[in-house]
């Protein structure tokens, strides 16, 4: 299909949540007939994990990922034990919420660490537990790998090939990718890996804009059509492999989206899916 499905939009709730409560989140979903959502674990704390789920369901909504889970690394022990059960939690929060998946940012080095491969055999090792605790369950964990300049604070998986590579050694059972293309739209061997990946491994899909030049690493993302990335064309990649999921906006933008009335960013939101998803 040349033009996405308008009813495969979901919206990250990052992408409003500076001017908007949760619950006036989904509302606006609603009323502007966006059918998925992402929210975040913070922000369901804030409104209550039953409240988020009733008002959820009530409108109808899909929860296409739920962020996040991951920081696994930690400098001992107890540290990483601490994690595992804070990622336990968060698995229990997404089956309530009926999530599609629960999305890991894995967490980049242990404070005062130069330890890189350690940091990765860490997270290999609080993915295999974590999944453990996820599998019997019945949630999906879905690895994001994020652009290399978070290495060192967010995450150390930072390519699609370490992420099939987890994959391959801890089994693809509930266990899989999000791809979200601000993280992953540079890399040469992004159809390769995604072709690696197959339609099993492909749980989630996030979109905004890469601009040039980025004015801020985090939170100078682009509303799709406003960069240089071809997300229509990498939409049609994944879709082509039978990714059946929704597109999701993700959009951290501190000068000018979150600055902006909330209706008319979900107006803008809908339209740019429409011309560039
Ligand atoms: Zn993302």
Same mark, same amino acid.
């Given at each position: 299909?040349?033009?996405?499905? *308008?009813?495969?939009?979901?919206?990250?709730?990052?992408? !409003? /949540?500076?001017?908007?409560?949760?619950?006036?989140?989904?509302?606006?979903?609603?009323?502007?007939?966006?059918?998925?959502?992402?929210?975040?674990?913070?922000?369901?704390?804030?409104?209550?994990?039953?409240?988020?789920?009733?008002?959820?369901?009530?409108?109808?909504?899909?929860?296409?990922?739920?962020?996040?889970?991951?920081?696994?690394?930690?400098? $001992?022990?107890?540290?990483?034990? /601490?994690?595992?059960?804070?990622?336990?939690?968060?698995?229990?929060?997404?089956?309530?919420?009926?999530?599609? #998946?629960?999305?890991?940012?894995?967490?980049?080095?242990?404070?005062?660490?130069?330890?890189?491969?350690?940091?990765?055999?860490? !997270?290999?090792?609080?993915?295999?537990?974590?999944?453990?605790?996820?599998? *019997?369950?019945?949630?999906?964990?879905?690895?994001?790998?994020?652009? @290399?300049?978070?290495?060192? $604070?967010?995450? #150390? !998986?930072?390519?699609?090939?370490?992420?099939?590579?987890?994959?391959?050694?801890?089994?693809?059972?509930?266990?899989?990718?999000?791809?979200?293309?601000?993280?992953?739209?540079?890399? @040469?061997?992004?159809?390769?890996?995604?072709?690696?990946?197959?339609?099993?491994?492909?749980?989630?899909?996030?979109? #905004?804009?890469?601009?040039? *030049?980025?004015?801020?690493?985090?939170?100078?993302?682009?509303?799709?059509?406003?960069? !240089?990335?071809?997300?229509?064309?990498?939409?049609?990649?994944?879709?082509?492999?039978?990714?059946?999921?929704?597109?999701?906006?993700?959009?951290?933008?501190?000068?000018?989206?979150?600055?902006?009335? *909330?209706?008319?960013?979900?107006?803008?939101?809908?339209?740019?899916?429409?011309?560039?998803?």
């Amino acid at each position: 299909m040349h033009q996405p499905d *308008p009813h495969k939009l979901s919206l990250n709730t990052a992408t !409003v /949540r500076q001017q908007w409560t949760l619950a006036q989140i989904i509302e606006g979903c609603a009323r502007h007939d966006i059918r998925g959502i992402s929210p975040w674990r913070d922000q369901v704390a804030e409104l209550g994990l039953l409240q988020t789920s009733r008002m959820i369901k009530q409108h109808g909504l899909t929860v296409t990922g739920y962020c996040r889970g991951g920081m696994f690394p930690g400098n $001992d022990e107890a540290e990483r034990r /601490r994690h595992l059960q804070d990622n336990q939690r968060a698995v229990d929060e997404a089956l309530e919420l009926n999530a599609a #998946c629960l999305v890991l940012v894995v967490g980049g080095l242990p404070a005062g660490s130069k330890d890189l491969s350690g940091a990765r055999n860490q !997270v290999r090792d609080g993915l295999s537990a974590l999944l453990d605790y996820s599998r *019997p369950r019945g949630m999906n964990l879905a690895i994001e790998p994020l652009h @290399p300049m978070y290495a060192a $604070d967010r995450a #150390c !998986v930072n390519t699609l090939s370490q992420a099939n590579d987890l994959c391959d050694e801890l089994g693809d059972d509930g266990l899989g990718l999000a791809i979200d293309l601000y993280h992953t739209w540079w890399d @040469p061997n992004f159809q390769q890996e995604i072709t690696r990946a197959g339609s099993k491994r492909l749980l989630a899909f996030h979109i #905004c804009d890469w601009l040039n *030049p980025t004015q801020d690493l985090l939170e100078d993302r682009g509303m799709m059509g406003d960069g !240089v990335i071809n997300i229509r064309a990498f939409r049609q990649s994944v879709e082509a492999l039978g990714y059946i999921g929704f597109h999701e906006v993700e959009i951290f933008s501190r000068k000018n989206w979150w600055m902006r009335d *909330p209706d008319e960013v979900l107006r803008v939101c809908k339209a740019r899916h429409k011309e560039h998803g």
